[in-house]
Nanobody, 117 residues
Framework: QVQLVESGGGLVQAGGSLSLSCAAS????????MGWFRQAPGKEREFVAR????????YYANSVKGRFTISRDNAKNTVYLQMNSLKPEDTAVYYC??????????WGQGTQVTVSS
């Protein structure tokens, strides 16, 4: 089992910045990658960003490319999401995701990000 604890999020005005973090514990010795998804009211959960755990390659949704930055701290089993130039359409519950090799995926409890116009 893997447990994910998210922190960060909150309320910010458009154009502002927020930072999210997600710490993994438990069976973390074979993490393949970690990432973030989000779900706005009435919409399906969508991919935001992902980072490959060993190589550090990053992937972003087109909607956040150039504004969001995902990073990791392997020693702390923690992934971060720095969100800049936030827009009202970024408002959503943000979920941390971890992929464990040969096991599957785990999800965090979600943290609310609200961007006011």
């Amino acid at each position: 089992q893997v447990q994910l604890v998210e922190s960060g999020g909150g309320l910010v005005q458009a154009g502002g910045s927020l930072s999210l973090s997600c710490a993994a514990s438990g069976r973390t010795f074979s993490i393949a990658g970690m990432g973030w998804f989000r779900q706005a009211p009435g919409k399906e959960r969508e991919f935001v960003a992902r980072i490959h755990w060993s190589g550090g390659s990053t992937y972003y949704a087109n909607s956040v490319k150039g504004r969001f930055t995902i990073s990791r701290d392997n020693a702390k089993n923690t992934v971060y999401l720095q969100m800049n130039s936030l827009k009202p359409e970024d408002t959503a519950v943000y979920y941390c995701n971890v992929e464990i090799q040969r096991v599957g995926q785990y999800w965090g409890q979600g943290t609310q990000v609200t961007v006011s116009s």
